[in-house]
């Protein structure tokens, strides 16, 4: 059974860093593409950022490059998101998503068939 179980949200002030992690089980980890999506209420769920595990190939929304990291520990089967710079814009349920390795950069949740059931991120202003 294909497991992602998301941690490490939680209350930061603006300006602030988190690290979320998502820990994968039940399936090939080291071919895969894992992305990291965001819901604020309301709005639509996007992508932040996604890693290839194979090649270690990273992308990142606008929004975020340069104060986001991905990376992927293929040995203990978890990928990371680095957040510092927090804005209050950034107030979100995070997830994880595992999908096929061609979709590596792709932030369409339909490429990805394995979810998370999140991790909330709160930022005050």
């Known amino acids: 059974e294909v497991q992602l179980v998301e941690s490490g949200g939680g209350v930061v002030q603006a300006g602030g860093s988190l690290t979320l992690s998502c820990a994968a089980s039940?399936?090939?980890?080291?071919?895969?593409?894992i992305a990291w999506f965001r819901q604020a209420p309301g709005k639509e769920r996007e992508g932040v950022s996604s890693i290839s595990t194979s090649d270690g190939r990273t992308y990142y929304a606008d929004s975020v490059r340069g104060r986001f990291t991905i990376s992927s520990d293929n040995a203990k089967n978890t990928v990371y998101l680095q957040m510092n710079s927090l804005k209050p814009e950034d107030t979100a349920v995070y997830y994880c998503?595992?999908?096929?390795?061609?979709?590596?950069?792709?932030?369409?949740?339909?490429?990805?068939?394995?979810w998370g059931q999140g991790t909330q991120v709160t930022v005050s202003s």
């Open positions: 039940g399936f090939t980890f080291d071919d895969y593409a």
């Open positions: 998503a595992a999908g096929a390795p061609h979709y590596s950069g792709s932030y369409y949740p339909n490429h990805y068939d394995d």
